[in-house]
Structures are given as C-alpha cells and as structure tokens.
C-alpha cells in the first residue's frame, strides 16, 4: 500500500450535509472520518482522537466540526481541535491536538482523498476521464469489495493471457487448436504503462449489442488496458470502429488483504439509460469471474521478485507494474506493513497529512514506510 495517491473514499451522495454523525471510511489500513459542511465541501480527518484514543467518526456533527464521543474535544475539518471541554472555555489549546486533515476533491461522482503529506503542486492527480462529460457517452458504476491484494486486481485488469480462460464471454475457453497471445508492446505513460492488443473473441450474447456494435459474429477485437498510479486501471474494449467501452477502477485498499473497486464503465453505442440494465449485469457478471480467480492466489500479495513466478511475454505489462511500484517504493511511499502489523494492538499511526511538513511533534507516529530500496532488501533475503 502507498501514500501519496488520491483514493476514492466514497460516492458523493454517501457524503450528505446535516447528517448527526461522520462516515467512518478504512482506507491503508486506517480510519477515516468524513462529513461536509456547510459550504458543500466534503472534509476527511484521521478518525482517532488526539486525547485518548476516541473514535471521531462515532461523534456528532457540530456545526462544522466533529466532537469525539468519549470527552468532548472537538476539531474542525483542518484538523485542530477547536474545544477541549476540560480545560473550561478560554483556555489555550495546544497546537500538538491537532489531528491529521487531508486533502478532498470530488470528481466522476465520488470523494477523492489524497492520502500523504505531498505538498499540492508535487501530487499525482486524478486519473482523466475524457469521455466523462461527452454526452455521446453513458456511464454506470459497480461498486465491489474483493478478498484480494488489490495490486493482483490491476495485474489481472492488464493482463490479456487471461480472457480465454477466465472469461467465456470475451474468449472460447482454449478449445481452438491454434489459439495464442499475439504480441503487443508495452507504452509507459505519466504514472502508468499500459498495452493495445488484438484478440478472438465470440459474438456477443444479446442482439441489441451485436447490432450496435456492427457486430456479425466472432471477431478480432482491440483491447487496450494499463494503469494509473498503484491503484487505478483504465480498460478500452472496441468491439468496433463506432462501438466502444471505456471502464475505469478506481481501487481502494481497505487493507493488504481487502479491495474496495469503484468502476466506471462508459459507452460510446447503446447510450440509452434503459440499457443500463444490460450493462450493469454483464459488467458484474465478468467481475465475478474475475473476483473466482484472484481471491484464491497464492501467496495472497504479490511477491517481492518476478523469479518466484514464470513470466511468460503474455505477462510483460504486469512486469513493468511491478517495476512503477519498486519507482514509488523507492521514493518512499510504500507501507511498512510487516512493522504495521507487529504493531498493530499496542500503536495507532496516521497516514501522514501535508500539515506534517509544517510542525512536527504530533501525538500520533506517522505510519512506517518501507526505506528506500526496503523491497529490493526483503527480495534478496528471500534468495537467501
Ligand atoms: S478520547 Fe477524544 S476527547 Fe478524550
Ligand atoms: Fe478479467
């Protein structure tokens, strides 16, 4: 898991002004508190108290600050707390309360949280959806909670060894004596890589599609797919020139071991709402079979070096993944989840805020991060 990247904590409309209490929100493997004020913007601060320990999220909405369930200290949507009742009314609340506060922007209909301490002009931005906005186009979302490494869902996403086997709707199950995987290239892109390939894949099962799509039967169809940053995919299906599908995820590890996925799938064909039906259960359908495959992998995170799987050319855009992670690593955004975990009954941390960069001595540590170079450590004791 990484800092430093914008994550997707909510759908706006989760987010509602007025509500009695913040929604609580797990993200890297910590709490969240979020709610909106009275100007319409939503807030996300760390949801443990700087006092002792108290949950925010499970405190009330004050005007626009949240007040902690257990002693009353109350703190603003910056992080500082604005009220320590027990100190009594104009007492001077020391600066080192404050709570981490985090950037928020809402975009595509959902709250982005950019969870590290980079200052604003050095941050990664959001994935762009071109097609968002064009009214040619139509959009549904699924939303998906994944017993998964989230990494392993964006390698399965870039992969395209694994359409014919895991998905009968996009391939023919390796019945055809002559199938394989044509060559592609790999093209790196600003935070991401990704491919363009060409593949055999069968008519689609409703008429209304075929038609749409130009469709006559089984096809050759372009694919193109890569990510953007750790956690975020964008998937190109053109069945034909005038029909296509642009699906992106936007992955939220809740933990090392729990994926939240929002996608959003667009249509350039079909573009009427009554087909969202259609859409929506065929884009559940395939999730499914892709949620069958990854859950059982074996070792349940990918691992520190490519050598402890066979590699084949079918799999080089997850091999330059791989190498955009060990890029981040080294600039030290990476989790130390082997520390975190050791940890994890006697040490709340806090994913470290930008505010960090201005003061120091906060109550709680920032959470530890992987030194430079930590993965590349642990894959040379693995050879050991
Ligand atoms: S733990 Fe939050 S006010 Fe005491
Ligand atoms: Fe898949």
Redesign the pocket.
């Known amino acids: 898991m990484f800092i430093n990247f914008w994550y997707v904590a909510a759908q706006s409309g989760e987010i509602t002004f007025g509500a009695e209490r913040p929604v609580k929100v797990r993200m890297l493997g910590h709490n969240f508190a979020l709610w909106r004020d009275k100007s319409g913007q939503v807030r996300c601060i760390s949801d443990t ?6 949950a ?1 999220a499970d ?1 009330r909405i004050r005007g626009d600050c949240v007040e ?6 109350t703190f603003s949507g910056d992080g500082q707390c604005v009220r ?1 009742p027990s100190l009594g009314p104009n007492a001077k609340i020391p600066d080192r309360t404050q709570v981490d506060a985090y950037p928020v922007q809402e975009k595509y209909g959902l709250v982005h949280v950019f969870l590290g301490d980079l200052p604003e002009a050095e941050r990664p931005p959001i994935i762009d959806i071109p097609e968002y906005d064009n009214p040619a186009w139509r959009f549904i979302r699924l939303g998906l909670t994944w017993n998964v490494d989230y990494k392993r869902a964006i390698e399965n996403t870039m992969d395209p060894g694994h359409n014919e086997f895991t998905h009968p709707t996009h391939g023919f199950l390796g019945v055809k004596p002559d199938y394989y995987v044509r060559d592609y290239e790999v093209e790196d892109r600003p935070w991401g890589t990704g491919s363009w390939h060409h593949m055999d894949t069968p008519t689609l099962a409703q008429r209304d599609m075929n038609q749409a799509a130009g469709r006559t039967g089984d096809k050759v169809v372009q694919n193109g797919a890569g990510h953007f940053g750790p956690h975020c995919t964008w998937t190109h299906i053109h069945p034909s020139d005038q029909a296509h599908m642009h699906g992106y995820a936007f992955h939220t590890p809740v933990d090392e071991v729990t994926d939240r996925i929002c996608v959003l799938f667009g249509r350039s064909f079909l573009a009427d709402a009554k087909y969202d039906q259609t859409f929506e259960a065929r884009a559940a359908f395939i999730a499914e079979q892709d949620r069958y495959v990854l859950e059982p992998l074996h070792p349940k995170l990918t691992p520190h070096q490519n050598t402890h799987e066979f590699f084949v050319p079918a799999d080089k855009t997850i091999a330059r993944y791989r190498d955009y992670i060990r890029q981040w690593e080294e600039r030290g955004w990476r989790i130390d989840i082997t520390r975190l975990r050791a940890d994890r009954d006697t040490v709340v941390h806090a994913i470290p805020s930008p505010a960090r960069r201005e003061r120091k001595g906060w109550v709680l540590p920032a959470v530890p991060l992987l030194a430079a170079g930590g993965a590349a450590a642990a894959a040379k004791k693995d050879r050991a």
Not at 49 to 54: E, I, K, Q, T, V
Not at 68 to 73: K, L
Request: aromatic share 14%.
């Open positions: 108290c700087s006092h002792r320990g108290g925010l405190g902690c369930p257990y002693h009353g200290w320590l």
